[in-house]
């Protein structure tokens, strides 16, 4: 295992130190690094909250800030976050109109953010997002994953409460964003997580894990290593056959490295995923491309599609002020 | 090699149209993909040029836009680009205010770059830059190497264009920050450039490249594995060795890491120089952490300290619109 860390165990702390100093402007980290809070909240707005395992940087402590969420609580790495660290997250961001928490569909982390509503007494809703169209069951999950296409929920849900939107209209603008936005991914190496010093899966020097999940786990199948159009084509071709779009649909697409993949081969898959949308007469009318939902050192991408509308794309491009996404300010 | 790409004679060419297509708000593509050129000129400002070999990505296409570059000619991977993309992309971002030239320190971008300035008829200067203290002599290098120092002189220089500053004035500007920045950096894995289909060096399972150049040339030694602070104190110890700046001074952190690296252990190596700087009396008052300065696929990072003054600081906050920085617009 080759990291530059300082011991397995204290990772995660060292890392959210160095988050946190580096972006004070933005954020401050709570008591016992249970969670990280937009520094200066803004009174009546409901508050967002998000989680989950840690090794997805810049997921999702990257996204706290202005116009997107107003707290994160990192697990461990892979590991969800444990229900006192949400409950007091959501105690810190409650100003008064409610939280809603923005929850990826993993076993763990759907329990202990449903455990965390219950327990804490306030005005809680949920989004639970699960935009993998790989599998429809996988290793930590009953029903689909929840991956990359979180963070379009997150920008577009904290650009409506910013402006005022109340809980049950979020609740309902983030389940709707979740079901018209689709990902899949395609793993070429394994990751590593710092307390088990060896890569979580094993591929074969010609093989690549197509459909892959964010904490490595197994695809739909274990193939041989693609070209790059190849590749796009089958992920693309599986969210469209998922999300069927109407012909002439414009579209977010969001081209994600896991974590080791250089810029200028997600900017190649750009390309292709692009011409392959035209292809089916959809058109890209928003690009992220970048590493934001990663899995460590993992070597790969995935592809995310969702569908824009006038007020998806407002909410897009509306002023956004985080440590991973800024623009408009 | 693992690589998402369809060829490697095509992987330029593809990723920059990837790359145009995804950012055609800010950029487009000059004719045979010679240069990538800002959208919107503003007539009477000097013209900001960079290049250099792709593979460094973002570095320098990324850093075109508003308040930065006008233009870069990106060559082939780890290539200088030629004198006829250098003087297509001066005639196409000069609008009467002459053309600063922001170059890396190696023999063939220092070459092609001046070859480029005696045959257009133009009025130019250039910049070089060399912050990265490793090594005097490199193997494509006389003297010092140009690493990811360059982009703060950039970002800098393109602020006090953008106010209107004239030529002269940018040179002297850019040639100071250069001579208040310094970088180093290690490699943990080597990089695979496309064409030559394997890795370009070879580290064992517990060694490291202690100084390491962006292509992979060699450092100062190859040691074994060490903790991050441990790396740390010894690149910010040659950092501060080298530059000497006076106790109490402010700087800019920059933890730049090679593509491979993911962002939970940029962050923990912030917080550990961060450390050894205020041990040395000196504060890190701006910091910014990411990848973007790469060598394709090779894990590792760069640290870089510039000195910052008032000026230096308000050039640095001073808005940018480019695909890989942007904030104040």
């Known amino acids: ?93 409650d ?25 804490t007494g306030r005005e809680v809703a949920s989004v639970v997002t699960n935009d993998d169209v790989a599998v429809e069951r996988s290793t930590y999950t009953t029903g689909r994953r929840g991956v990359a296409g979180t963070l379009i929920v997150e920008k577009m849900v904290g650009a409506a409460a910013e402006i005022g939107m109340p809980l049950a209209a979020l609740k309902a603008l983030g389940d709707e964003i979740n079901r018209r936005t689709r990902s899949m991914g395609v793993a070429l190496l394994p990751c590593t997580v710092p307390a088990a010093g060896r890569p979580n899966f094993t591929l074969a020097d010609d093989e690549m894990e197509m459909g892959v999940g964010i904490h490595g786990e197994p695809g739909r199948r274990r193939v041989r290593l693609a070209s790059a159009d190849a590749i796009a084509e089958e992920l693309v071709g599986a969210i469209l056959k998922d999300l069927a779009p109407e012909p002439g649909s414009e579209v977010l697409l969001l081209v994600n490295g896991f974590g080791a993949t250089p810029l200028i081969e997600l900017y190649l898959m750009v390309n292709s995923a692009k011409r392959i949308l035209e292809g089916a007469g959809i058109t890209a009318a928003r690009f992220l491309t970048g590493s934001y939902v990663t899995s460590l050192d993992m070597a790969g991408v995935s592809i995310t599609v969702s569908v824009l509308d006038g007020q998806a794309k407002e909410l897009w491009d509306a002023p956004v002020h985080t440590a991973a996404l800024r623009w408009g300010t």
């Open 95 to 119: 100003t008064g109109a409610g939280v809603l928490f923005i929850v990826k569909n993993y076993e763990g982390d759907v329990m202990n953010f449903t455990m965390a509503a219950e327990m």
């Open 1 to 93: 295992m080759k990291k530059l860390i300082n011991g397995a165990d204290t990772v995660l702390e060292e890392s959210l130190d160095g988050f946190a100093a580096a972006h004070a402007d933005i954020l401050l980290l709570g008591a016992e690094r249970k969670f990280v809070r937009r520094r200066t909240l803004k009174p009546g707005k409901v508050g967002l909250l998000s989680g989950g395992g840690s090794g997805h940087e810049p997921l999702h402590a990257g996204f706290v800030g202005r116009g997107m969420l107003d707290a994160a609580c990192p697990g461990q790495v892979f590991t969800s976050p444990t229900p006192d660290q949400i409950i007091e997250a959501a105690e810190a961001v």
